[in-house]
């Protein structure tokens, strides 16, 4: 199973100023997706970098986007980063053909 993972935050990035929250993001993804591609089933997960994580995979990852100040939402196909900011529908199909072609 692919798994999209979306790391944001309820307030948008300084950078990111005029561009879609991270949750219109993760919800527009799922959409876009699911219309793509209808006969797979993926794992979709949002993943608040400001809020306290249980899973160390996610606490990780979290920190990093903040540590490294990657522009959120940072968006991840099977935990490589495919897009941040304002992610391309284009870049992230193109990795997700590598897991279900």
Known sequence: ???ISVYGAKVICASC???PSST????WLQAAIGRKYPEYAFEFQYVDI???QDNEEQREFAARVIEEDLF????LVNQEIVGEGNPRLKDIY????KYIT
């Open 50 to 52: 400001f809020e306290e």
């Open 1 to 3: 199973m692919v798994k």
């Open 17 to 19: 100023v005029g561009m």
């Open 94 to 97: 193109a990795e997700i053909d």
């Open 72 to 75: 959120y939402p940072v968006v």
């Open 24 to 27: 219109e993001t993760f919800e």
